[in-house]
Structure formats: structure tokens, C-alpha cells
């Protein structure tokens, strides 16, 4: 064994000289950076190709590469998170001393935006629109009576003039509802007093139930019922509509007329104007009259806007007698 030690020994300070002898005495110095912040990088790889050698940095990004004979070599230089990169060194009568910059945005990612709008789409039959003809159709109808029609909806009647709307059987306060946005308080306690609203003041009449009433409110444990104007004109002028109607029993009849537009001399003024007359009497049967079912109401409403620069000013008013 003593044997074989020493002869490893010769071997090696054989070889040593050999070298020596054939100037395998350079040296290739160097150090890797970053090449955007300038600092060092450490546990980088630096491999020679042509003797199957390498080293790795220190801390400081320093290597050292000794023992090599004149020539060119080609170092391959690899670092976690950036590009491989390859290098020529000549060593010709002197060592070398190198500086190797890695590039780490070569697998930088670049800067992804991801954006979406949740579109409100209502889960089943939980919110019923009533619009356009629809709406019309039921016009001189009182607004309970109106919503009624729609599914999911029905009605207390405590006389011909009075409907208060029913959602999931509760009605009062357990059901919101928002006159051009504004929470209706009155008429709300009992089930004999029916909602103060006039239906021709809206455009639009929507009916919320289930998970959707959250947003509004705790009070809409029954739904929601959002009564909506039309938007007023975007273009100058002045508009107006006007809607009759009449029934034999009890010699009724309602006139609505409504007035809208744009002034030129005032272009960011915006108004409407909107008014109700209903009259009826007592409603009769084939042979006697029904007492205290007749009625008369005059209702009024008014809604102005204003726009000056990026102020949005908008008032609305209506008046249910």
C-alpha cells in the first residue's frame, strides 16, 4: 500500500513537470456581473470546451481557471435565470484576466395585464323587466296592479283602488322600492295603504328577487322593485307625449301628458316635465253601487340636469296625491 502511495506521488510531480515543460503554467482570471445592475454573480459555471474543465465563482463572482496551455478556448458561462453565454480567450506568452456580463431579462417575463367586466346576468326568472309596449299596455292601471303581470308577483287588494305587491309572500317594508332611485318610505306599513307612485312616471319597471337585492339593502329581504324614468334628451329640442283613457263602470278616465327637451340657448339644461289626472266613481254592479271605490288622483313629477365641465348636477321631484 506504501508502495502504491508513493508511486502516485512520482506520478503527479512527473506530470507536474511534464507541464511545466510545455508551459502549462496560465492562467484565465475573470468575473461575472449582471449586466443590468452591475453586481456579482455568484455560483456561475465557467466550462472550458476544448479540456472538459471548469470552475465556479466565489461570492464575488470570481473564478480562476489555472494550469493551461497556450492557445484559444472557448468558455461557456452559465448562470441560473440567464442566457448561456460563450466566450473566446487566447493565451498566447501571458494569463488572461476576462469580465463576463449575463444578461437575467433574456427570461424575464414581460408585464401581463388581464382585465374583464363581469357582466350581471340575472340567475333564472329572478329579475323580470317590464318595458316598452308591455308597459303600455297596462297603462291607467295602478302600479300594483301593473306588477302583478309579471311572474313571480302578486298582489294584496283591500279595495278597487288599493294593490300592494307581494314577493315571496311578503310585502310593506320586506319589499324595497326605488322611485327613480330614491327609497319609497311611505305608504309602506300596513297592507291596506298601496305605493304612492304614478306608473306613468316610468320608462322602465324591474323586479328583483333572490341574491341580487343584497346591494340595495337589508331591508329588500323580499326583492326589489326599481320604477325608472326615461333618460332625458341628449339633443336640442322639445318633445311630448300624451296618453288617455277611460271604462264605462264607474265613468272613469286618466289624461297624462309629459314634456321634454333640450333648450338651444342652454345646451347643458335638460328637463322633463310630467303630470297625471285620473277621476273615477263608485264602480257599479248589475244591480247596486259599490261604495268607496271611487277615486281621484293628481300626480306630478319634474326632473332637471345640468352639466358644466365635469360637474353633473341632476334634481328630480315627484308629488302623489
Not at 473564478?63 to 460563450?86: K, N
Not at 320604477?227 to 300624451?242: C, K
Amino acid at each position: 500500500m506504501k508502495y502504491l502511495i508513493l508511486v502516485l506521488i512520482a506520478s503527479l510531480i512527473a506530470m507536474t513537470g511534464i507541464a511545466q515543460e510545455n508551459g502549462c503554467t496560465f492562467s484565465i482570471k475573470g468575473t461575472v456581473t449582471d449586466v443590468q445592475t452591475g453586481e456579482s454573480l455568484d455560483y456561475a459555471n465557467v466550462f472550458i470546451a476544448e479540456t472538459q474543465s471548469g470552475a465556479v465563482t466565489n461570492d464575488s463572482g470570481k473564478f480562476v481557471l489555472a494550469g493551461l496551455c497556450p492557445g484559444t478556448y472557448t468558455l461557456r458561462i452559465e448562470h441560473i435565470g440567464c442566457h448561456t453565454t460563450t466566450k473566446k480567450v487566447t493565451l498566447a506568452d501571458n494569463n488572461a484576466e476576462i469580465r463576463i456580463a449575463l444578461d437575467h431579462s433574456a427570461h424575464d417575463l414581460g408585464e401581463v395585464e388581464v382585465a374583464a367586466h363581469r357582466e350581471e346576468r340575472p340567475v333564472g326568472r329572478e329579475t323580470q323587466v317590464m318595458e316598452g309596449i308591455a308597459l303600455k299596455k297596462y297603462q291607467g292601471e295602478n302600479l300594483g296592479n301593473m306588477l302583478a303581470n309579471l311572474s313571480g308577483v302578486n298582489v294584496i287588494q283591500t279595495g278597487a283602488t288599493i294593490a300592494k305587491p307581494v314577493i315571496h309572500g311578503m310585502h310593506s317594508n320586506r319589499v324595497l322600492i326605488l322611485n327613480n332611485g330614491i327609497r319609497q318610505e311611505g305608504q309602506q306599513w300596513g297592507a291596506e295603504h298601496a305605493p304612492e307612485i304614478d306608473p306613468f312616471i316610468a320608462r322602465k319597471l324591474t323586479v328583483i328577487k333572490g341574491a341580487n337585492t343584497i346591494k340595495y339593502g337589508a331591508d329588500a329581504i323580499a326583492g326589489v322593485i326599481l320604477v325608472e324614468p326615461g333618460q332625458l334628451p341628449d339633443s336640442t329640442g322639445i318633445g311630448a307625449e300624451i296618453s288617455t283613457g277611460g271604462s264605462s263602470n264607474g265613468r272613469s278616465g286618466f289624461l297624462s301628458a309629459l314634456l321634454e327637451g333640450q333648450l338651444k340657448e342652454v345646451r347643458n339644461l335638460k328637463f322633463r316635465i310630467q303630470g297625471t289626472l285620473k277621476k273615477a266613481g263608485n264602480l257599479n254592479t248589475p244591480d247596486y253601487y259599490l261604495e268607496n271605490t271611487g277615486l281621484s288622483e293628481k300626480n306630478f313629477s319634474t326632473a332637471l340636469s345640468y352639466d358644466f365641465k365635469q360637474l353633473h348636477t341632476e334634481l328630480f321631484y315627484s308629488q302623489f296625491n
